[in-house]
């Protein structure tokens, strides 16, 4: 009985994994539907790509006021990519716990994280499994913020 149980929970645990993987995207370039908030994008294919490593002001999350600076970001991003096409590329954490998937999102040569950190419309997220390099990229961007006082940093104290 103890093998069958056993059997049955790998024979699950493997057809999940395979589950995943299947629904986590390539790397390469996408069409956009739109731009959910700051660090948010609703993919023309149906997906959901969360910005890893970023956390803009809340714009759209229920029973929660609307942040400032929030809806600055959300307009920073569909600025950032009114051409309707991001490229994506990923690091060791694909999916957050909502099942989206976390994504560095690109246009040409600039990182949309990196440029919201830069901007002060988003606070660093080091918490997340992510390259140490990436990591200092943005720790380094959001303190250009700070220093300069823009975004979310000009009404600190």
């Known amino acids: 009985m103890l093998v069958f149980a056993l059997a049955l929970g790998a024979a699950l645990w493997t057809a999940d994994e395979r589950s995943t993987r299947s629904r986590l995207l390539a790397e390469g370039e996408y069409p956009i539907e739109?731009?959910?908030?700051?660090?948010t994008l609703l993919l023309a294919s149906g997906p959901t790509v969360r910005l890893i490593g970023v956390n803009t002001p809340e714009t759209v999350k229920?029973?929660?006021?609307?942040?400032?600076?929030?809806?600055?970001?959300?307009q920073f991003t569909r600025a950032f990519l009114s051409a309707g096409q991001v490229r994506l590329t990923f690091d060791r954490e694909r999916l957050?716990?909502?099942?989206?998937?976390?994504?560095?999102?690109?246009?040409?040569?600039?990182?949309?994280?990196?440029?919201?950190?830069?901007?002060?419309?988003?606070?660093?997220?080091?918490?997340?499994?992510?390259?140490?390099?990436v990591k200092q990229r943005f720790r380094?961007?959001?303190?250009?913020?700070?220093?300069q006082q823009k975004g979310i940093w000009s009404t600190q104290e």
């Not at 229920?62 to 959300?74: K, M, Q, R, T, V």
């Not at 380094?140 to 220093?147: G, K, L, P, S, V």
């Open 140 to 147: 380094q961007a959001e303190q250009e913020a700070r220093q």
């Open 34 to 39: 739109r731009v959910v908030d700051g660090d």
């Open 62 to 74: 229920p029973d929660h006021p609307i942040e400032p600076f929030g809806p600055e970001a959300s």
């Open 96 to 133: 957050d716990r909502y099942g989206r998937q976390l994504a560095y999102a690109w246009v040409g040569e600039r990182m949309l994280n990196e440029e919201l950190l830069r901007a002060g419309l988003a606070r660093y997220e080091p918490q997340f499994h992510y390259s140490a390099a």
